[in-house]
C-alpha cells in the first residue's frame, strides 16, 4: 500500500512558475520510479516527466523540455515537478505516480502501481 499526496497547484499568469509536490508513504520511497501526467478536460492522461531512483535519470515530453524539472528528495519521500515559463496550454490537473517495479514504458499510465488525487494548475493568457 502506497499513498501520494500532492500540493502545489494552483492559478498562474502565462510565463509564471509553480512547484507541485508529491509527499509517498507506505512503501520505501527510494526503490521507486516516480512520474508525473497531466489531463486537460475531455482529453487523456498524457506522460509529463519521470525519475528513476537516483534522481539522475529524468525523461520528460517535448512539451515541456527546457521549461519543466522533476526532482526527487528520498530523505522526505517527495518527488517534485517545477514548473517554470508556463503556458496556457499547460492547464491540467496534474497527477504523480509511483511504480514499484517491473515496468519499463515509463511515458505509459500502465507502468505506473500508484496515483495521487491530482493537483489542478490553471495557466491564464
Known amino acids: 500500500q502506497v499513498q501520494l499526496v500532492e500540493s502545489g497547484g494552483g492559478l498562474v499568469q502565462a510565463g509564471g512558475s509553480l512547484r507541485l509536490s508529491c509527499v509517498t508513504s507506505?512503501?520505501?520511497?527510494?526503490?521507486?520510479?516516480m512520474g508525473w501526467f497531466r489531463q486537460a478536460p475531455g482529453k487523456k492522461r498524457d506522460f509529463v516527466a519521470a525519475i528513476n531512483w537516483s534522481g539522475r535519470n529524468p525523461y520528460y515530453t517535448d512539451s515541456v523540455k527546457g521549461r519543466f524539472a522533476i526532482s526527487r528528495d528520498n530523505a522526505k519521500n517527495t518527488v517534485y515537478l517545477q514548473m517554470n515559463t508556463l503556458k496556457p496550454e499547460d492547464t491540467a490537473v496534474y497527477y504523480c505516480?509511483?511504480?514499484?517495479?517491473?515496468?519499463?514504458?515509463?511515458?505509459?499510465?500502465?507502468?505506473?502501481?500508484?496515483w495521487g488525487q491530482g493537483t489542478q494548475v490553471t495557466v491564464s493568457s
Open positions: 505516480a509511483a511504480d514499484r517495479g517491473g515496468s519499463s514504458d515509463y511515458t505509459s499510465i500502465y507502468a505506473y502501481d500508484y
Open positions: 507506505g512503501r520505501t520511497f527510494g526503490t521507486l520510479t
